[in-house]
Every structure is written in structure tokens, then in C-alpha cells.
């Protein structure tokens, strides 16, 4: 996110995109060090309002310099750029249907179940209900502005320059650099439009950053550094500050990668892919079987993500074939691929040319495969007995799927340990409440009969521990 809005203000001025890169990292890096998280969410409020003013100001402004949103969307269906009908199963193929809904919408889920720098957002809710209506809130925002808002401005950007390509003509070095000369040549005679436009191109950038370098400051101080020291608050506060500046230089190290992978869009969500099928897969583990224990959701991750990376790796050093990429407007029967002019592509090749949406589902496959597997290996039956019907969601025993062997499913619920006499004789039955979950479960084995000698009540293993009830 830092390389993207380098790359807009090096095509409208004289800035590099090496000294935009490390003014804007810089900056972030800063104002996150010294604020924290109260800072990060006010800017991100201010930011946020400031993009979003600024795309309506220039999809409206655009328009009417092309003639119209009318007269935009008849030249991008005059030049073949309104196509719906890529429905190919072929996962090499870059976007189509398949890979955007499943592919891209493992990467969107992840972000917004288990992206620290959302979910802490979420938290900082003063209740469920409200953290409820910000995850609500927030799909009628994104579905206007990045399912339609940017749709219309790529249109109307393409319409802009249908006659006349920046590229070709070498006014431009880069794909991500049209949207931006575009704006500045359309509200050249209203001074400070273009600027404002810039200025939202970098609030959306800062606000993902600093939420970015937050979040992963705030988790490594919390879950690793703190449970292992005897450190106080004020040690551990220099402890995160330096960690949230060392975050933000790794930062502004990724946008120097970014700038050999292509284009913006396809190295974030390749980016992102390796990432999200990892971390989503111990959360669905987690919710789903009752057998899931510590080192198969380690190993599983850990598993994923180094098979997303020699996935990605592997597709950087053999690119797709460009039948796969969906060029518009230019003929490539005739075009050799350059990587067959100099070397030969060997048959794995196939294998690295997998769309990077599929990088995703692919990772969290791996991920629950090995996950369930080593759980198993390691003693997870057991562990099941130690889980809370609370924190399982029962998939396994919803009426379409009643029809699996009973054998199967009895490892698909949790188990409660039955009580010992010992433990519980100063407890009062009447404290006892049976949960809404525990009465689910418990229908289920009566209604089909015994699991055998696993099938037992669930009852609470010691007086003092009731917090599941």
C-alpha cells in the first residue's frame, strides 16, 4: 500500500518513486509510533472521509470531460473492456468467475475475521452489538466503492484514453500511472483538485499502513514478548513503540519489492494469498472440529505458507503463458512467451502458472489437511473432551447432514469429561445450567441412538470452573 500511491505521485511530479516510498513510510511509521491506536482510528476516520469525497469528485469530473457516464460506458463496451463472460475452469487463467468468488473471497474473509488490524477495531467496541454493526456497516461501503465506484472509474479512465494510450506514447511508465495523469489533466484548470486527489490516494495508503503496523506491533508485544517476560507497562510501551518502528521499516522494504512484481494490484493480492489460506485455516479448524489441537494448527500454518510461497516464487520465475492474462486489443498468436526464448519450460511450470487467486483456497486446504492430520497423530481425539460445546459450531449434525455414519460424527463433537464424584460434592444442581449448545448436542445423541463409549453427558469437570455455562 505505500508503492501505490508512490507510483501516483511520481507520475504528477518530480518525486522518485524511491523518495515518495520513504516519505510516506516515514511519516506513517511516525504517527503511529507516538500516537498508538487512538491516533491510528482518528486519522483513519479523516482519511477515510477524504478518499472517499475525492473518488466521487473525480468519477463525476472524468465523466463529464469524456461526455458523459453514458458515453463512458459505450466506448468500454465498444472496446471489449464490459466482459462478464469469463466462466473458464482452467485455474491458469488470471480472473474469472471462479477465482474471484472463491479464490478472492477466502482473501476478503480472512481480512475481515482474522486481520489483527480489523479485528482490533472490532474490539475496541464498547459491545458485541456495536462490533456487530460495524462488520454490517462496513459491506454496503465496500460493495459501493470497490464493487461499483472503482468499476466506473477504471470505465471512464479506459473511455479517457481509448484514442490516445499514455503507454505507447511512453508518457508513462507504468499501468498504475493512468488514473493519476488522468486527473491531472482533466482538473488542470481547477488548481488544488489534483492535489486533493493525490492527498486521498495517500490517506487510503496511510490509514491500511498504520492499522497494518498497529496491529502486528500490538500482537507481537501481547502474545509473544509479554507472556514470557515480567516487564511493566511502561517497559513494555518502548517495547511496542520500537516494534511498530521496526514494522514500519519492513514496510517500506515490501514497496521496493512491490516494485519488481508487476502490476499494484495483482502483487497485493498475490501478496495477500499466500497469507490469507494460512491464517484462515486454524481459525476454521478451530470452529469446526473438536479434535484440533496446538501443534496441528501450528504445523498446518506454518505448512501452508511455505507452500504458498514456492507457489508464488515459482510463478515470479516462470510466468503464465500470455493466453492466460486476458490482454485486450492485442493479437499474441504470434508472440513467443519470454521466458521460452530463454530457457525451456519445464512441466512444473504448469503447476507455478495457477491464477494467484486460487493461492488462497489452495493454502488453506494444505493448511486443515496437515492440521487434522497431525491433531490426530498427536493425541487430538482425546483433547476433544476438553473442549466446551460453546466454542464448536455443528456442521456435521445439520439435518443434510445427519445421513454421515455415526462413527464419523461422534469425533465431530465435543465432549465435555464426565465428573468425577469428588469434585463436584459441594456443588448445588441447581447452579448448573444446561446451554442452549449442550442441549443441541444432547438431542443429537438421543435421537441417533449410541456412539458407543464415547458417548457421554456433558457435565462440567470441577465446581470452580462454570465460565462455559
Not at 105 to 121: E, F
Not at 261 to 289: R, T
Request: neutral net charge.
Amino acid at each position: 500500500m505505500i508503492y501505490a500511491p508512490a507510483i501516483a505521485l511520481s507520475a504528477v511530479s518530480d518525486f522518485s518513486e524511491i523518495a515518495a516510498v520513504l516519505s510516506i513510510g516515514i511519516v506513517c511509521t511516525l504517527y503511529t509510533t507516538l500516537g498508538g491506536l487512538k491516533a491510528v482510528i482518528w486519522t483513519d476516520v479523516i482519511q477515510g472521509l477524504l478518499l472517499i469525497i475525492m473518488v466521487f469528485v473525480v468519477i463525476f469530473g472524468a465523466a463529464g470531460a469524456v461526455g458523459g457516464i453514458g458515453r463512458c460506458l459505450d466506448i468500454a463496451w465498444a472496446g471489449d473492456r464490459i466482459d462478464f463472460n469469463h466462466f473458464e475452469f482452467d485455474p491458469r487463467y488470471r480472473i474469472t468467475f471462479w477465482s474471484t468468488v472463491f479464490g478472492l473471497g477466502i482473501v476478503w474473509t480472512n481480512i475481515t475475521s482474522t486481520n489483527q488490524a480489523v479485528v482490533q477495531r472490532f474490539l475496541c467496541c464498547r459491545s458485541i452489538k456495536e462490533g456487530k454493526m460495524a462488520i454490517y456497516g462496513t459491506i454496503p461501503l465496500n460493495l459501493i466503492l470497490t464493487g461499483f465506484c472503482m468499476t466506473f472509474l477504471g470505465y471512464i479512465t479506459y473511455a479517457y484514453f481509448a484514442d490516445c494510450d499514455p503507454l505507447v506514447l511512453k508518457t508513462i511508465s507504468a499501468e498504475d500511472q493512468v488514473l493519476p495523469l488522468m486527473v491531472v489533466r482533466v482538473f488542470a484548470a481547477y488548481p488544488g483538485v489534483a492535489g486533493l486527489f493525490i492527498a486521498g490516494v495517500f490517506a487510503g495508503a496511510l490509514s491500511t499502513v498504520s492499522s497494518a503496523i498497529n496491529g502486528m506491533s500490538s500482537v507481537t508485544v501481547g502474545d509473544i514478548i509479554k507472556p514470557f517476560v515480567n516487564w511493566n507497562e511502561k517497559s513494555l510501551l518502548w517495547v511496542s513503540r520500537g516494534m511498530t518502528l521496526f514494522y514500519g521499516g519492513l514496510c517500506i522494504g515490501f514497496a521496493f519489492l512491490s516494485s519488481i512484481l508487476g502490476s499494484v494490484i495483482q502483487a497485493a493480492l498475490s501478496l495477500l494469498g499466500v497469507c490469507a489460506g494460512a491464517l484462515l485455516g486454524p481459525v476454521v479448524m478451530g470452529a469446526l472440529f473438536p479434535f484440533v489441537n496446538e501443534k496441528g494448527a501450528i504445523s498446518g500454518m506454518v505448512t501452508a505458507l511455505a507452500f504458498n510461497i514456492w507457489l508464488f516464487v515459482g510463478a515470479w520465475i516462470y510466468p503464465p503463458p500470455l493466453r492466460f492474462l486476458n490482454i485486450k486489443d492485442r493479437n499474441i498468436d504470434g508472440c513467443i512467451s519470454n521466458s521460452n526464448v530463454t530457457k525451456e519450460r519445464p512441466l512444473i511450470a504448469d503447476f507455478y502458472a495457477i491464477s494467484f487467486g486460487y493461492h488462497s483456497p489452495l493454502g488453506m486446504m494444505v493448511c486443515i489437511i496437515i492440521g487434522l492430520i497431525v491433531s490426530v497423530a498427536t493425541g487430538g481425539l482425546q483433547s476433544r473432551y476438553d473442549v466446551s460445546p460453546e466454542l464448536i459450531y455443528l456442521p456435521f449434525e445439520h439435518p443434510t447432514l445427519r445421513w454421515l455414519p455415526k462413527s464419523f460424527r461422534k469425533y465431530m463433537i465435543p465432549k465435555m469429561r464426565e465428573k468425577k464424584e469428588h469434585d463436584v460434592q459441594n456443588l448445588n444442581k441447581d447452579d448448573v445450567v444446561e446451554t442452549s449448545s449442550m442441549k443441541s448436542i444432547s438431542k443429537c445423541t438421543r435421537e441417533d441412538g449410541d456412539y458407543g463409549e464415547d458417548n457421554q453427558t456433558f457435565e462440567i469437570e470441577s465446581a470452580p470452573d462454570i465460565s462455559y455455562l
